[in-house]
């Protein structure tokens, strides 16, 4: 790992970091809040790939374990990784890798088309697939209903796709990181 490798993988924390200042939004349906956080994530991994993506994340977390307030609504301790959030959280590893190795396989053919199909499959099935079962399991919420309170989530995660999509591509163009990658 380079020193370049080190300050993207710095930068892109600081990014997601960044995104929780905006205002957390909270349905009574679902104890999870809808951030910001998702569309650092969906950048770090296509933007850096999967390996520097997922290492973003994984600081970020252990920055958060630590007790620093980086995360949406300004929380932040080891707590956060007990509560109905906590499957989106480690979520956000995976899927920022999966982004990630999306994008690595589909580099040269990289569109906004693309792009936003692969910030979708890993930015939202990829993490509803984690998050919806942690609801389940931490929060007692029946799977169905957890499901089915998700759905409202989805039309801002499309929203935070197309975003994160037009960055990816505009990347790719001016200053391919994943073309530069080890």
Same mark, same amino acid.
């Given at each position: 790992m380079t020193t370049r490798d080190i300050v993207l993988i710095a930068l892109f924390t600081a990014l997601t970091a960044v995104l929780a200042v905006v205002p957390p939004i909270t349905f009574p349906v679902? #104890? @999870? #809040?809808i951030t910001a956080q998702s569309l650092g994530v969906m950048l770090a991994g296509g933007i850096l790939g999967a390996k520097r993506g997922a290492l973003s994340l994984i600081l970020l977390l252990v920055l958060v374990a630590i007790g620093l307030p980086l995360l949406a609504g300004g929380r932040g301790g080891f707590s956060v990784f007990f509560g109905a959030t906590a499957g989106f959280l480690f979520g956000w590893v995976i899927a920022a890798f999966?982004?990630?190795w999306m994008t690595e396989k589909f580099w040269n053919g990289?569109? !906004?088309?693309?792009? &936003?199909?692969?910030? @979708? $499959?890993?930015g939202i099935v990829v993490m509803?697939?984690?998050?919806? #079962?942690?609801? &389940? !399991?931490s929060a007692g919420v029946p799977i169905g209903k957890a499901f089915i309170g998700s759905v409202t989530?989805? #039309?801002?995660?499309?929203?935070?796709?197309?975003? $994160?999509?037009g960055v990816m591509v505009t990347v790719k163009r001016t200053y391919p990181i994943i073309g530069q990658a080890a």
């Open positions: 679902l #104890p @999870v #809040p999966a982004i990630g990289l569109s !906004f088309v693309s792009a &936003t199909l692969i910030c @979708v $499959a890993g509803y697939a984690i998050g919806i #079962p942690w609801i &389940t !399991f989530y989805i #039309p801002g995660d499309i929203v935070k796709a197309l975003i $994160a999509a």
